[in-house]
Nanobody
Framework: QMELKESGGGSVQAGGSLKLSCAAG?????????KGWYRQAPGKERELVAR???????TYGDSVKGRVTVSIGRGGKTLDLEMSSLKTEDTATYYC??????WGQGTQVSVSS
């Protein structure tokens, strides 16, 4: 069972920046499977923020394109998401995903006007 632990969420004003990080559990890394970030706002469905496929192809959600960058860090042990020019509509719980089946518990991002 691959454990994922998100960190870096918090409250920020519109226009600000945040960096989220997802750490893989001991003995696991992000190198050999699809991985990404998703988010879910209250009353809405979970949506893609950013995903890196096994072949390295990166896909960003339309609502965040140009404002976020996803990357693998620390020897493949973390999946990072840098977000800038945040908007109030970016407020959501952000989840890390690995190998399709594994999900973190989420980290809250709140953007105020």
């Amino acid at each position: 069972q691959m454990e994922l632990k998100e960190s870096g969420g918090g409250s920020v004003q519109a226009g600000g920046s945040l960096k989220l990080s997802c750490a893989a559990g001991s003995g696991y890394n992000f190198r050999n499977c699809v991985k990404g970030w998703y988010r879910q706002a209250p009353g809405k469905e979970r949506e893609l923020v950013a995903r890196i496929d096994v072949d390295g192809t990166t896909t960003y959600g339309d609502s965040v394109k140009g404002r976020v960058t996803v990357s693998i860090g620390r020897g493949g042990k973390t999946l990072d998401l840098e977000m800038s020019s945040l908007k109030t509509e970016d407020t959501a719980t952000y989840y890390c995903m690995a190998c399709t089946d594994y999900w973190g518990q989420g980290t809250q991002v709140s953007v105020s006007s």
